[in-house]
């Protein structure tokens, strides 16, 4: 609506106007008459000053129909006159000017941005649940957050469309170019970008929040997820906290988590977590007890695992802060005095059987030793991955889950009691009978003293304790140290380069934990090298010949289940050369010497052995060969 006079087409529908000539009203009347007479109508006054006119619109009119019809009016008025040639015309209001080219491509290319627009409202504002759970950063999961057509858009764009129908291009708008893995995981990663940009960030997609996840967990700095979130990638860091937070909450809200599964074997382990915080006063330093969940896994599972569907408010005041979990702490009433431990039935009389010579100890110096290279043969631990895993021995990875905090120091009665109050509420949860509870020795000896005076016997009847398989490979690490290295063992690991001059000490006495079993290992296989070569010399000529034959047929089946490492022939020499052996060692003294640490160290490897493959059959037989060790050079502590 300009200065000059309006005038109302008598061919206009609005009927409440009809009759009214607006060449005699002035614009101020004629704007209060159109507004009394329809009042659905509004009038848009452009920002700009110098646009010297009004817009016409209704309240009930669609923006997107009546955008499409202005466009529309503009170009059929344009197309059905005569002065229309081939160079592009504009549409003029006052100084606001809309070029219309001789194509319609301009009017299509509006028409899909304004298509895709409208898909970004089926786009879901936040996931189902939250915190997200491991299933919601899968590649079919951010494809939620992908409109088809503007993956499509995208996916033609940069020349993915490989398809030869319709040159690639999906004609139903619901569905998706077919791309590759990579392909697709990078168009999603695009599209995800886009629909974070348009909602402002108000758009949880699933690559902002794991993008900046990881950027934390990695890094931990918060410069880079500040860069990243700038350019668009990745969620803020405040998002990422309370993504965090959410995820704490919902593990504690929670005693038994996603995964596990009720009936089946599981054991928890306590150990006790301290920080000396270097302060003026010596205060401020933290003294409590974790604990972690293990569950062995296998493929064929009775019960349903459990999915515990635990919601947390993902508003920033919920996630200020962790909310209050169990603090219970049990209360503790001394005995008059300590209680022993009670036999109600007799010992048994069925002893353990002494140490298996192991087969495969000899297997993997024998395929070492024939070998043409023996550099590209594994190293023990991964030999022994690999002879396991040819039985079928090999399983899913163990399920692991990090149990709340016992804010209380370990030494305390109080604490082991409710560290036996917890591991009895994780078994009623787990509906198991018994349950398996680890410790070190500090905790393990405090833990038996309560058993033993539990007057209900539910700690003796339903927790079974057990000292951890490292502490006490450290403690015999020492007794191999202390026993071997003045003997020559120091000298052979400093001359060999196995271990550095200022490592020494601390590997004998087994506190550098992986230089220590890497030294033993190395001087193992060295020495039952030699042992090797001295036997076979003593063989005759033909059976020389017949054991570097099975020694080479070993050497390239190993990898599979072959049943020449128990035929007959194999067990024939493997006898053999343990007689050898024990001759020799039977009449000299420094033979016989280093004889005993080769023994020690296979007792070693034993343990780690049948550690590693939950074998507790051979677990109790390296125990009870380790006591002996332990009372001699005076480890009291483990022997008990």
């Known amino acids: 609506m300009g200065d000059d006079k309006l005038s109302i087409n008598h061919k206009c529908k609005c009927s409440p106007l009809m009759g009214y000539d607006a060449f005699y009203f002035r614009q101020n009347k004629l704007k209060k008459i159109i507004i009394s007479r329809l009042s659905a109508i509004n009038f848009y006054v452009p920002v700009d000053n110098n646009l010297n006119f009004q817009l016409l619109y209704s309240e009930e009119a669609n923006r997107l129909t009546l955008l499409n019809k202005m466009v529309q009016v503009m170009y059929s008025s344009l197309t059905n006159t005569d002065s229309f040639d081939d160079t592009d015309h504009d549409v003029s209001f006052g ?45 079919s999961s951010c494809l939620k957050y992908c409109p088809p057509l503007l993956y499509n858009l995208i996916a033609c764009i940069c020349g993915l469309n490989n398809t030869e129908e319709d040159d690639g291009i999906v004609c139903n708008p619901h569905e998706r170019i077919q791309l590759s893995e990579s392909k697709q995981s990078k168009v999603a990663s695009i599209c995800q970008d886009i629909v974070y940009l348009q909602s402002n960030g108000k758009t949880q997609t ?10 934390r967990h990695l890094t931990a700095d918060k410069r880079i997820n500040h860069l990243l979130f700038n350019f668009g990638h990745a969620a803020s860091y405040k998002k990422v906290i309370r993504l965090e937070t959410a995820l704490a909450a919902q593990q504690l809200a929670t005693a038994i988590p996603a995964g596990f599964v009720s009936g089946m074997w599981s054991a928890v382990v306590w150990d006790n977590i301290d920080f000396s915080n270097e302060t003026l006063s010596g205060s401020g ?9 293990l569950q062995k896994q296998t493929a064929a599972c009775e019960s349903e695992p459990f999915t515990p569907q635990v919601a947390v408010p993902s508003t920033s005041k919920a996630m200020n802060k962790l909310p209050d979990y169990d603090k219970r702490i049990a209360t503790f009433v001394p005995h008059s005095k300590k209680q022993g431990p009670s036999l109600t039935t007799p010992p048994s009389t069925q002893t353990l059987s002494a140490l298996n010579e192991n087969h495969d100890d000899f297997l993997y110096i024998l395929v070492k030793y024939a070998h043409h290279d023996p550099a590209s043969i594994p190293c023990w631990t991964s030999f022994n991955q690999i002879l396991n895993h040819g039985r079928g021995l090999s399983s899913v990875p163990t399920r692991i889950h990090y149990l709340p905090l016992i804010e209380a120091p370990a030494t305390e009665d109080r604490t082991i009691l409710t560290i036996l109050c917890r591991t009895i509420e994780i078994a009623d949860e787990l509906k198991l009978t018994k349950i398996v509870a680890v410790f070190d020795l500090a905790i393990y000896a405090k833990v038996q003293q309560l058993r033993w005076a539990d ?5 003796i009847e339903r927790v079974i304790p057990r000292l951890g398989e490292f502490h006490t490979i450290m403690s015999f690490l020492s007794i191999l140290g202390k026993r071997f290295g003045s003997g020559g063992l120091s000298g052979i690991w400093v001359q060999s380069e196995v271990v550095a001059v200022g490592s020494l000490n601390a590997a004998l006495q087994g506190k550098h934990y992986n230089r220590a079993i890497r030294g033993h290992k190395v001087v193992y296989e060295a020495l039952c090298r030699l042992l090797l ?8 000529e033909s059976d020389q010949t017949n054991l570097l034959t099975l020694a080479d047929e070993l050497s390239t089946s190993y990898r599979e289940n ?13 006898s053999l050369f343990l007689d050898n052996v024990y001759n020799k060692a039977a009449a000299n003294p420094t033979y016989r010497y280093w004889m005993s640490y080769l023994q020690m160290v296979q007792l070693l490897l034993a343990f780690i052995r049948a550690s590693r493959l939950s074998d507790w059959d051979q677990h109790l037989n390296c125990i009870n060969n380790m006591i002996p060790w332990y009372f001699a050079y005076d480890r009291r502590n483990y022997a008990r």
Do not use: W
């Not at 902002?208 to 950027?215: I, N, P, S, V």
């Not at 330093?285 to 969940?293: A, K, T, W």
């Not at 070569?533 to 005759?540: A, M, N, Q, R």
């Open 285 to 293: 330093s933290v003294h409590y007890v974790n604990g972690i969940l």
């Open 95 to 139: 100084s606001f000017h809309i070029p219309i080219p001789q194509s319609n491509f301009k009017l299509e290319f509006y028409h899909m941005c304004e298509a895709i627009k409208q898909t970004f409202q089926d786009i879901p504002r936040d996931f189902v649940t939250y915190p997200p759970q491991l299933t919601d950063f899968t590649v």
């Open 455 to 459: 007057p209900s016997r539910v700690y």
């Open 562 to 574: 072959n049943p020449l490492m128990y035929d007959s022939q194999f067990t024939e020499f493997y």
């Open 533 to 540: 070569e001295d036997f076979i010399t003593s063989l005759s």
């Open 206 to 215: 699933p690559k902002a929040l794991a993008l900046g996840l990881t950027l």
